[in-house]
């Protein structure tokens, strides 16, 4: 769902007044100023002046367009079903010369003229006659394309397969070490020729590998650059670029190079976010580490039994520094199978509590089994391997200086020169508005904006209310424009005529109640996302902070806009104090809107993070979706 129609957040009404006010209260007008903004000085209304939203009455019709009703809502983005790119038979046909083959689905064809092709080449090519390779359709076309301009092999020499095959086999192999799967890229290299054997069957094997390898190298050259799965079929809450690839100059050059390996690592990301992640993967398949899974959700106190109490006690014992060691190292020993939560062991959950930062009370709640067994290998190998797919989507470079968001760790970054330089909390969009996974380039700094209310909070919210007070908008501070610019009261409107279209303009000036606070950084996009400040400061004090609109509401905006402006926090302090004014932003600095449930700190240590808005399990279905389409039953 749109923040604000390209600038800002407010939190529903219904929402807010349990969360942030309480129930209303007698003075409604005062409620909702502090919810949508009250314009910079407006008179209080009388008590009642803010009812509920009214249910719709039975002359409503009388004044509602085919368009209109009070049932009308924008509705946020989906999630679909993934489905892969099917595989398709590549149709040799016209490299072998002859009639094409019908049967089955079928890439297209290429112009070749056999007696251009090497002697070798050209003998083997009637190999290719009943050959079903399945491939993705872009990249079958890609090997019609090149083995009708090329006509020799690049993976034999002689009779055998040469050096450069073994080594591109050895990296398709080692797929694993990349989170990649290497039964996608599997292929035999022939076992060493026999004088005995049929030259034609020889030939036969050989063109086939050739043509195997080939569509293999170019799909893992293809998920090393830019993943497994295209990430905006997932969802319209993830938005894209698409990775242009010249497949066909691909297997020119290694047709030619000396390096077949070092071409092939290139393609992978190669920024230090993801060698981190590359090194945090190799580090947990080596190790047993969280192999013991305690139940998340285990309340235990004094005196009561589990049989997670055992486990949770050898995750103490395996993190035993010296000072506890000494002091409970016998008694985790003699203890160490115990299922009753004895007096002895109450110090020893204390102190373990304390080390690991949390209240030491004694009582094992979902809160120190979190401290204390942390995230299972399982969840951690799976983390890190979606983070290496999800890094694929954006720019293998990902710029310096750079602002980066991610939104399971509910913080914002600004980057310059390999070094954090800022690091600030931040809310992001509530589960039911969710904020995108993007990336985009900020353009300018609004000081003390206006805020442009998005048609689906006008929809949602405001119409209701409109329908039952249509001059409401006229003393809360708003102004209305028609669909020429021309500003009109908004009690002349007949909101009633209207449901899913509106077709009126409504922003709120400037103000220490406008929803925006005092800045907002700007980067254009079509999800109508943006960094602001918030009056509403309590929220960076919680823990969970999925709380807004879809926009990302900054703890320091000041210091976020002085960073991106390459100025002082000063000179940002008196852009506000001058009024409304807007900077441009000269510099080239991308943001990175990002959705990572396990990511390096800027030392290369990974953290994790929970999955708020559950798309880990969408990337899963979809990556299961990927394999599934490529097994060979396929």
Request: hydrophobic fraction near 40%; charge should be neutral.
């Given at each position: 769902?749109?923040?604000?129609?390209?600038?800002?957040?407010?939190?529903?009404?219904?929402?807010?007044?349990?969360?942030?006010?309480g129930?209303?209260?007698?003075?409604?007008?005062?409620?909702?100023?502090?919810?949508?903004?009250?314009?910079?000085?407006?008179?209080?209304?009388?008590?009642?002046?803010?009812?509920?939203?009214p249910?719709?009455?039975?002359?409503?019709?009388?004044?509602?367009?085919?368009?209109?009703?009070?049932?009308?809502?924008?509705?946020?983005?989906?999630?679909?079903?993934?489905?892969?790119?099917?595989?398709?038979?590549v149709?040799?046909?016209?490299?072998?010369?002859?009639?094409?083959?019908?049967?089955?689905a079928?890439?297209?064809?290429?112009?070749?003229?056999?007696?251009?092709?090497?002697?070798?080449?050209?003998?083997?090519?009637?190999?290719l006659?009943?050959?079903?390779?399945?491939?993705?359709?872009?990249?079958?076309?890609?090997?019609?394309?090149?083995?009708?301009?090329?006509?020799?092999?690049?993976?034999?020499?002689?009779?055998?397969?040469?050096?450069?095959?073994?080594?591109?086999v050895?990296?398709?192999?080692?797929?694993?070490?990349h989170?990649?799967?290497?039964?996608?890229?599997?292929?035999?290299?022939?076992?060493?020729?026999?004088?005995?054997?049929?030259?034609?069957?020889?030939?036969?094997?050989?063109?086939?590998?050739?043509?195997?390898?080939?569509?293999?190298?170019?799909?893992?050259?293809?998920?090393?650059?830019?993943?497994?799965?295209?990430?905006?079929?997932?969802?319209?809450?993830?938005?894209?670029?698409?990775?242009?690839?010249?497949?066909?100059?691909?297997?020119?050059?290694?047709?030619h190079?000396p390096a077949?390996?070092?071409?092939l690592?290139?393609?992978?990301?190669?920024?230090?976010?993801?060698?981190?992640?590359?090194?945090?993967?190799?580090?947990?398949?080596?190790?047993?580490?969280?192999?013991?899974?305690?139940?998340?959700?285990?309340?235990l106190?004094?005196?009561?039994?589990?049989?997670?109490?055992?486990?949770?006690?050898?995750l103490?014992a395996?993190?035993?520094?010296?000072?506890?060691?000494?002091?409970?190292?016998?008694?985790?020993?003699?203890?160490?199978?115990?299922?009753?939560?004895?007096?002895?062991?109450?110090?020893?959950i204390?102190?373990?509590?304390?080390?690991?930062?949390?209240?030491?009370?004694?009582?094992?709640?979902?809160?120190?089994?979190?401290?204390?067994?942390?995230?299972?290998?399982?969840?951690?190998?799976?983390?890190v391997?979606?983070?290496?797919?999800?890094?694929?989507?954006?720019?293998?470079?990902?710029?310096?200086?750079?602002?980066?968001?991610n939104?399971?760790?509910?913080?914002?970054?600004?980057?310059?020169?390999?070094?954090?330089?800022?690091?600030m909390?931040?809310?992001i969009?509530?589960?039911?508005?969710?904020?995108?996974?993007?990336?985009?380039e900020?353009?300018?700094?609004?000081?003390?904006p206006?805020?442009?209310?998005?048609?689906?909070?006008?929809v949602?919210?405001?119409?209701?209310?409109?329908?039952?007070?249509?001059?409401?908008?006229?003393?809360?501070?708003?102004?209305?424009?028609?669909?020429?610019?021309?500003?009109?009261?908004?009690?002349?409107?007949?909101?009633?005529?209207?449901?899913?279209?509106?077709?009126?303009?409504?922003?709120?000036?400037?103000?220490?109640?406008?929803?925006?606070?005092?800045?907002?950084?700007?980067?254009?996009?079509?999800?109508?996302?943006?960094?602001?400040?918030?009056?509403?400061?309590?929220?960076?004090?919680?823990?969970?902070?999925?709380?807004?609109?879809g926009?990302?509401?900054?703890?320091?905006?000041?210091?976020?806009?002085?960073?991106?402006?390459?100025?002082?926090?000063?000179?940002?302090?008196?852009?506000?104090?001058?009024?409304?004014s807007?900077?441009?932003?000269?510099?080239?600095?991308?943001?990175?809107?990002?959705?990572?449930?396990?990511?390096?700190?800027?030392?290369?240590?990974?953290?994790?993070?929970?999955?708020?808005?559950?798309?880990?399990?969408?990337?899963?279905?979809?990556?299961?979706?990927?394999?599934?389409?490529?097994?060979?039953?396929?």
């Amino acid at each position: 769902m749109k923040c604000l129609d390209r600038r800002t957040v407010v939190l529903p009404l219904a929402v807010a007044a349990t969360l942030v006010f309480g129930a209303p209260q007698a003075g409604a007008q005062g409620f909702f100023e502090s919810l949508f903004g009250g314009g910079v000085r407006h008179s209080r209304q009388p008590a009642g002046e803010f009812p509920p939203a009214p249910k719709p009455r039975k002359n409503t019709a009388a004044r509602t367009s085919t368009s209109g009703g009070g049932a009308a809502r924008i509705s946020s983005p989906s999630y679909y079903t993934y489905k892969a790119d099917s595989l398709a038979r590549v149709d040799f046909s016209s490299l072998i010369g002859g009639e094409p083959v019908t049967t089955g689905a079928t890439v297209q064809k290429a112009a070749f003229d056999p007696s251009t092709a090497d002697v070798a080449f050209r003998e083997a090519l009637s190999g290719l006659n009943g050959y079903d390779l399945l491939a993705e359709r872009d990249i079958g076309k890609a090997l019609l394309a090149y083995y009708s301009a090329n006509p020799e092999f690049i993976w034999v020499s002689g009779s055998s397969a040469n050096e450069r095959a073994r080594e591109a086999v050895r990296v398709l192999s080692e797929a694993a070490s990349h989170g990649l799967v290497p039964a996608d890229y599997a292929v035999q290299i022939p076992a060493a020729g026999n004088p005995a054997e049929d030259a034609g069957a020889r030939l036969q094997e050989l063109i086939r590998f050739e043509m195997a390898l080939s569509a293999r190298v170019l799909r893992y050259v293809h998920d090393a650059r830019s993943g497994r799965i295209d990430p905006n079929r997932i969802s319209g809450y993830y938005d894209f670029p698409a990775k242009p690839l010249d497949m066909v100059s691909v297997l020119d050059t290694l047709a030619h190079t000396p390096a077949p390996q070092a071409y092939l690592e290139s393609w992978h990301p190669q920024n230090a976010e993801y060698k981190a992640l590359r090194a945090e993967l190799e580090a947990l398949e080596a190790t047993t580490e969280n192999e013991i899974v305690v139940d998340p959700k285990l309340m235990l106190k004094p005196g009561q039994t589990s049989p997670e109490l055992p486990k949770l006690l050898a995750l103490i014992a395996r993190d035993l520094d010296d000072e506890m060691g000494g002091e409970y190292g016998e008694t985790l020993v003699r203890l160490a199978s115990s299922e009753t939560y004895v007096p002895e062991l109450v110090p020893v959950i204390e102190a373990a509590q304390k080390k690991a930062g949390e209240k030491g009370d004694g009582v094992v709640g979902p809160r120190t089994v979190a401290a204390l067994a942390g995230t299972s290998k399982a969840d951690r190998l799976d983390k890190v391997q979606y983070a290496m797919e999800q890094l694929r989507w954006l720019p293998s470079d990902l710029g310096s200086p750079r602002v980066f968001i991610n939104q399971p760790a509910f913080t914002a970054s600004y980057i310059d020169g390999g070094e954090e330089k800022l690091k600030m909390r931040a809310v992001i969009g509530k589960i039911t508005n969710q904020t995108s996974f993007f990336y985009d380039e900020i353009e300018q700094v609004d000081y003390n904006p206006y805020w442009g209310v998005p048609q689906s909070i006008i929809v949602n919210e405001m119409l209701p209310r409109l329908r039952r007070d249509p001059g409401y908008l006229d003393r809360a501070g708003y102004q209305v424009t028609d669909s020429r610019g021309k500003r009109i009261p908004s009690s002349s409107v007949n909101w009633g005529a209207y449901g899913s279209k509106v077709p009126y303009a409504i922003r709120q000036e400037p103000s220490e109640a406008n929803a925006l606070g005092e800045l907002k950084i700007l980067f254009p996009n079509k999800h109508a996302i943006y960094m602001h400040d918030t009056p509403q400061k309590a929220f960076f004090q919680r823990d969970m902070r999925a709380l807004s609109h879809g926009c990302v509401r900054l703890q320091d905006p000041r210091g976020m806009a002085a960073a991106v402006m390459n100025k002082p926090v000063d000179y940002i302090a008196k852009k506000i104090k001058a009024g409304h004014s807007v900077d441009k932003v000269t510099r080239k600095i991308p943001v990175y809107v990002s959705y990572f449930t396990a990511w390096p700190d800027m030392s290369g240590k990974v953290e994790y993070f929970n999955d708020v808005y559950d798309r880990d399990a969408r990337l899963k279905q979809a990556l299961e979706a990927t394999e599934q389409t490529r097994a060979p039953s396929a």
